[in-house]
T-cell receptor, first 110, second 116 residues
Framework: KQEVTQIPAALSVPEGENLVLNCSFTDSAIYNLQWFRQDPGKGLTSLLLIQSSQREQTSGRLNASLDKSSGRSTLYIAASQPGDSATYLCAQTGANNLFFGTGTRLTVIP | NAGVMQNPRHLVRRRGQEARLRCSPVKGHSHVYWYRQLPEEGLKFMVYLQKENIIDESGMPKERFSAEFPKEGPSILRIQQVVRGDSAAYFC??????????????FGQGTRLTVV
């Protein structure tokens, strides 16, 4: 059974800090790994997509890595800002759908 | 190119009524996925559809829930005889083909169903 786990469930950091969010998955036969952001009461915004043949993707202050052998992905946020406060979800692409973790709720304190 | 459009954004139903949730995928996308998000929980897969076909409904409750994606028009998630436990946010995603190495899944803003 595919499972995706995100630790920690919640994280508070002061503005300006660099931080890492973790995602673990049980099925090594993944297609893609996708990171999303969800603001309270809103939908999901795709942040980064890492194809299974890739090791990392970067967009602005965000960098996502993928290590299939250990079943892990990390999302690195540099120089965090209060506007980064949201829930971050990772999702592993399976045969027919995306399997989501339960998310990490990030609060960046001004 | 409009993204995934879901309507209504908010829906209130009394217990026993029917709820119909609509999802229009990104233009050109032929694959639609429905997910449910309960308060303070992650997204749970419900059903995967292609035009006129249900491919995987392993996440759908056995009773009261149904989904379709007709040749023309939006995908519909239908919940009959709603109960309080059906209150959740329902998200729709679309992609050209989720297994394609180059595709992302794009999500709508969701429909928040409240059963009173």
């Amino acid at each position: 059974k595919q499972e995706v786990t995100q630790i920690p469930a919640a994280l508070s950091v002061p503005e300006g800090e660099n931080l890492v969010l973790n995602c673990s998955f049980t099925d090594s036969a993944i297609y893609n790994l996708q990171w999303f952001r969800q603001d309270p009461g809103k939908g999901l915004t795709s942040l980064l997509l890492i194809q299974s043949s890739q090791r990392e993707q970067t967009s602005g202050r965000l960098n996502a890595s993928l290590d299939k052998s250990s079943g892990r992905s990390t999302l690195y946020i540099a120089a965090s800002q209060p506007g980064d406060s949201a829930t971050y979800l990772c999702a592993q692409t399976g045969a027919n759908n995306l399997f989501f973790g339960t998310g990490t709720r990030l609060t960046v304190i001004p | 190119n409009a993204g995934v459009m879901q309507n209504p954004r908010h829906l209130v139903r009394r217990r026993g009524q029917e709820a119909r949730l609509r999802c229009s995928p990104v233009k050109g996308h032929s694959h639609v996925y429905w997910y449910r998000q309960l308060p303070e929980e992650g997204l749970k897969f419900m059903v995967y559809l292609q035009k006129e076909n249900i491919i995987d409904e392993s996440g759908m409750p056995k009773e009261r829930f149904s989904a379709e994606f007709p040749k023309e028009g939006p995908s519909i998630l239908r919940i009959q005889q709603v109960v309080r436990g059906d209150s959740a946010a329902y998200f729709c995603a679309s992609s050209p083909l989720i297994q394609d190495l180059n595709t992302e899944a794009f999500f709508g803003q969701g429909t928040r169903l409240t059963v009173v």
